[in-house]
């Protein structure tokens, strides 16, 4: 199978989705950092590069997050060319896969949130090159995870509260207030 990568900025500056023409994940998986990259060898790999802050990886793509300094022009070939080589020779996103269960448990209220959060949130969260998990639901209050590009990017606060707030509000008269769990 001949590989294509191709790029698309995300509403996080620091964030690029570097996007191939085959499924890498079931589910997602973030690797924030360094050294939450162990069971990664795929996330290990694109550490090694001085410019790489940030691995998230869901379906078929890989959202990179830039350090400080660095500029998308002269470092997005270089990532693009490693992630074709690292598809092409199949480097493991994950030495044992994480199952992301869809299988939501809680109260009737708590179902859901949790399906309209997979059914409405995630799919759009992740064109932006990011994820959204649940977390709880507490006196009208839902707090969520946001990994990939949204964690630290500028906007996802209005996604937040703008989207995903009035979603839930709407859909489910229980919910008073979203928040983000801070990572």
């Not at 690029?16 to 939450?36: C, H, P, Q």
């Not at 990886?57 to 470092?75: C, H, M, Q, R, Y």
């Amino acid at each position: 199978m001949n590989i294509n990568v191709y790029t698309e900025s995300t509403p996080n500056p620091a964030t690029m989705k570097f996007i191939v023409n085959k499924l890498l994940i079931n589910g997602s998986a973030d690797y924030a950092t360094r050294e939450s990259a162990d069971n990664s060898p795929f996330a290990k790999e694109l550490y090694k590069f001085s410019f790489v802050n940030g691995v998230f990886f869901a379906s078929n793509f890989v959202t990179v997050t830039k350090t400080e300094g660095s500029e998308w022009p002269d470092i997005e070939p270089i990532l693009k060319e490693f992630v074709k080589g690292a598809v092409e020779s199949e480097i493991k996103v994950q030495i044992e896969e994480q199952k992301d269960d869809v299988d939501f448990e809680g109260t009737e209220i708590e179902i859901k949130i949790q399906q309209i959060l997979n059914d409405y949130v995630r799919p759009a969260v992740e064109q932006d090159g990011g994820a959204i998990s649940y977390r709880s639901f507490d006196e009208g209050v839902v707090t969520v995870e946001l990994r990939g590009s949204c964690s630290g990017c500028p906007s996802s606060t209005i996604t937040l509260k703008a989207g995903i707030e009035n979603l839930l509000k709407r859909m489910v008269p229980e919910v008073t207030e979203v928040v983000s769990e801070a990572l």
